[in-house]
């Protein structure tokens, strides 16, 4: 199962944690780092059990749950860019006050508008998520749709891509199997999306490439790599240095 699978199929509780149990490990639901239990984990001269060493490694890498999911895209958050510096400065503890002037917001009654809005979408998310879970009782016709990647760009229905469509794009565009050559590059943005799947895997995360090292991966599967690497970054893949001399994947 794909990290962003765990996350989005989370349930609230676990989401909230920002990692779930397992019957011999704890699983980070952000990067996917596995912490085993049985263990004592030792860090800057402290001992953790496996489960408060997941918190630690949480707060380490990720700062806290918050951050990282108020990051997503917001097409994945429903958010806009007011609600997200709003949420931002409440997580903070800021006042209104405080947040009046650094927003330029002019009076302290429009931020106790702006809480109402967010304490209404709250309302609102909680109906539709627990409708969309009676639904799954008795929709048996849903397809299964793969899914977002944290750094997806430009979210819109190239984005609705099903496990068969993803099947379908491989078969044809990779004869070979998904670690051989690509026949062709797609011209329909739903299967370069699904064709962009599988070339990403090829690298690794937390690695740094060299423009030549990127080039000569995706020249073994494509002659065209310069249209790959392109698409690589427009679609949130990978990202690149300015001036191109470092490469890596985006977390």
Known sequence: MEISELLWNASSEQLKNGYIEEEEMYVCLMCGS???????YPKNNMLY??????????????ESVFHYLIGLNKKLTGLTDHQNSLL????EGRSDAEIQKELGIGSSSTIRNHRFVLK??????????TMMELLKEKDDHAPTFLPLHKTATMVDDRYNITQEEQADVEKKFFPDG??????????K???????LRVLIQRFEKGKTYTEKEINLVLKNAYEDFVTLRR????????????????YWMKN
Not at 120 to 129: G, I
Not at 231 to 243: H, N, P
């Open 34 to 40: 596995k912490v085993e239990k049985g263990f004592i």
């Open 49 to 62: 059990e496996a489960e408060k060493f997941m918190k630690y490694h949480i707060e380490a890498e990720h």
């Open 88 to 91: 931002r400065l409440f997580y």
């Open 120 to 129: 209404e979408k709250e309302r609102q998310a909680k109906v539709f998520l």
């Open 178 to 187: 998904i670690d051989g050559p690509l026949m062709k590059f797609p011209r």
């Open 189 to 195: 943005e739903k299967q370069k999306l699904a064709t």
């Open 231 to 246: 698409y690589l970054i427009q679609y949130g893949f990978l990202d690149r240095k300015d001036d191109g001399s470092e």
